[in-house]
Nanobody, 131 residues
Framework: QLQLVESGGGLVQPGGSLRLSCAAS????????IGWFRQAPGKEREAIRC??????????DYKGTMKGLSTIARDNAENAVHLRMNKMRPEDTGVYYC??????????????????????WGQGTQVTVSS
């Protein structure tokens, strides 16, 4: 059974960059799409980006909140997916989660309006952007 563990969070200065990792156990990530989400204090969780089994990206940030400053990549050798955030701002502070989808279409990123389909979650990693 797939389990996900996030790492790489911490304190970063405004304007800095951070790479978060989502590592898997119990299964290979090769055939799973992996999405990244975040939840700021007092706010709802929001979707950031997803990468399908073949590397296809889906940008969930349709509001432009993150200004396109995130990239996602698979590392099959490490059985992990990485999210890199650039030019970070204090409003990027929050808990960052990676997630996957069970079932027949687990290898494909859900559409922008279908992120509710993610049902395997990691425990999250805290990111704080502050000087």
């Amino acid at each position: 059974q797939l389990q996900l563990v996030e790492s790489g969070g911490g304190l970063v200065q405004p304007g800095g960059s951070l790479r978060l990792s989502c590592a898997a156990s119990g299964s290979t990530l090769d055939y799973y799409a992996i999405g990244w989400f975040r939840q700021a204090p007092g706010k709802e969780r929001e979707a950031i980006r997803c990468i399908s089994w073949n590397g296809t990206n889906v940008d969930y940030d349709y509001k432009g909140t993150m200004k396109g400053l995130s990239t996602i990549a698979r590392d099959n050798a490490e059985n992990a997916v990485h999210l890199r955030m650039n030019k970070m701002r204090p409003e990027d502070t929050g808990v960052y989660y990676c997630a996957a989808v069970r079932g027949q279409y687990s290898h494909i990123c859900p559409g922008v309006w279908d992120t509710y389909q993610f049902d395997i979650w990691g425990q999250g990693t805290q990111v704080t952007v502050s000087s």
